[in-house]
C-alpha cells in the first residue's frame, strides 16, 4: 500500500540558514510523482516542488531543492537560507502513476517548520 | 487567471442538517479532486474526478457524503445529515494534464466546516 511518512512532527531553524525536512515514502508503482506543498497559519495549500520517479535529476525551485533518493525511497525537502515567511507546516505527498492520469495525492502527517529571528 | 474557487469559506451549521460544499476548478482543468483535512486524520482524499467522472471514491466516509459534477467548471460534496465528526476543513483541488505543469494540483482556499 501506498504511503507516506514524516517523522519530524516539529523543526526550528534559524533565519537565514538551511533546513532539511524529511519524507520517505512507499510504493510499488514505478511511476510516481512526489510534491511538496507549504501550508501557512492561513490555511492554504501552496506548491513548492515536484519530481517524478524517471527524472534523472533533482528539482530546484528557487530556494526549494529536492533531495530525492530513490534507492532509499526519500524525497527530503531542502529550504536554503530559511526566512520567517517560511513559517509554516510542509506536507509531503506522492501520487501513483504517470502525469496524464490524474491521480490522487497521499500525505503525510505533515513537518511543523519555525524559522527564529 | 482565477485560481480554484470555493464556497462558502466557512459553514456552521447543526447536526442533522445539510450541508453543500461548492467548487470552480480552474478553466480548462479536466480533474478536480475533494479533499478533507482534520487534526486527527491530515489531509485526506474523499473523491476526485477526471473529465466529470468519478474516478476513486474510496475515501467517501459513508452514505451521507456525495459528490457531483454536472459539467466541467462546477462540482458540489453534499453532507446529509451533517454529524459534529464531519468538522473540518474542506479542499477542493483541481489539475490538468497540459504542460508544463501537469503534475500539479492546485488547491482552493477550503471551506471550514462547523458542525455543532
Known amino acids: 500500500a501506498q504511503k507516506i511518512t514524516q517523522t519530524q512532527p516539529g523543526m526550528f531553524v534559524q533565519e537565514k540558514e538551511a533546513v532539511t525536512l524529511d519524507c520517505t515514502y512507499d510504493?510499488?508503482?514505478?511511476?510516481?510523482?512526489l510534491f511538496w506543498y507549504k501550508q501557512p497559519s492561513s490555511g492554504e495549500m501552496i506548491f513548492l516542488i515536484y519530481?517524478?520517479?524517471?527524472?534523472?535529476q533533482n528539482a530546484t525551485e528557487g530556494r526549494y531543492s529536492l533531495n530525492f533518493q530513490k534507492a532509499r525511497k526519500s524525497a527530503n525537502l531542502v529550504i536554503s537560507a530559511s526566512q520567517l515567511g517560511d513559517s509554516a507546516m510542509y506536507f509531503c505527498?506522492?501520487?501513483?502513476?504517470?502525469?496524464?492520469?490524474?491521480?490522487?495525492?497521499?500525505f503525510g502527517q505533515g513537518t511543523e517548520l519555525s524559522v527564529k529571528p | 487567471d482565477a485560481g480554484v474557487i470555493q464556497s462558502p469559506r466557512h459553514e456552521v451549521t447543526e447536526m442533522g442538517q445539510e450541508v453543500t460544499l461548492r467548487c470552480k476548478p480552474i478553466?480548462?482543468?479536466?480533474?478536480l479532486f475533494w479533499y478533507r483535512q482534520t487534526m486527527m486524520r491530515g489531509l485526506e482524499l474523499l473523491i476526485y474526478?477526471?473529465?466529470?467522472?468519478?474516478?476513486?471514491d474510496s475515501g467517501m466516509p459513508e452514505d451521507r457524503f456525495s459528490a457531483k459534477m454536472p459539467n466541467a467548471s462546477f462540482s458540489t460534496l453534499k453532507i446529509q445529515p451533517s454529524e459534529p465528526r464531519d468538522s473540518a476543513v474542506y479542499f477542493c483541488?483541481?489539475?490538468?494534464?497540459?504542460?508544463?505543469?501537469?503534475?500539479?494540483?492546485?488547491f482552493g482556499p477550503g471551506t471550514r466546516l462547523t458542525v455543532t
Open positions: 483541488a483541481s489539475s490538468t494534464p497540459g504542460l508544463p505543469r501537469a503534475y500539479e494540483q492546485y
Open positions: 510504493t510499488s508503482d514505478p511511476s510516481y510523482g
Open positions: 519530481q517524478g520517479s524517471y527524472d534523472q
Open positions: 505527498a506522492m501520487r501513483e502513476g504517470r502525469r496524464n492520469q490524474g491521480g490522487k495525492l497521499i
Open positions: 478553466s480548462g482543468h479536466n480533474s
Open positions: 474526478f477526471n473529465n466529470n467522472v468519478p474516478i476513486d
